[in-house]
């Protein structure tokens, strides 16, 4: 039996070709802002100054997870902009999505909560 021929919907590649280079522009300054981010962390002495207000915490891995939880939760909130543009405004732009604010919200917290989670043990 020959297989049934694929078609492509050339009004739904008008709209997914913008998108999609949007969705590369958005990675490559999302990759940008977190290294930037990350060394900015290092160089400016923050990492050792967050490092100094935990000094109080006696268990050296209770403080290794509170400073690893702190810089997610961090990063996470100075992040969230980039977040909220690239997950949330681009594809409602383009109409691919329909999620709500408040699931977007939801989600963002669901993922934060995951990453915290995981990236304790870890």
Do not use: C
């Not at 739904?12 to 998108?19: G, W």
């Not at 939801?106 to 990453?115: C, F, M, N, V, W």
């Amino acid at each position: 039996m020959p297989e049934p021929a694929v078609t492509i919907d050339p009004a739904r590649q008008q709209t997914a070709r913008p998108y999609a280079r949007a969705r590369h522009r958005m990675m490559i300054i999302n990759l940008l802002v977190s290294f930037g981010l990350v060394v900015a962390f290092l160089i400016s002495g923050a990492s050792v100054w967050l490092k100094q207000q935990l000094a109080f915490i006696a268990n050296p891995w209770l403080m290794a997870a509170l400073y690893i939880i702190l810089v997610i939760i961090g990063y996470s909130l100075v992040t969230l902009p980039l977040s909220w543009y690239g997950s949330f405004v681009l594809p409602h732009r383009f109409d691919m999505s329909t999620q709500t604010r408040r699931g977007w919200l939801s989600d963002q917290i669901k993922s934060l909560a995951l990453t915290v989670l995981l990236g304790v043990p870890l």
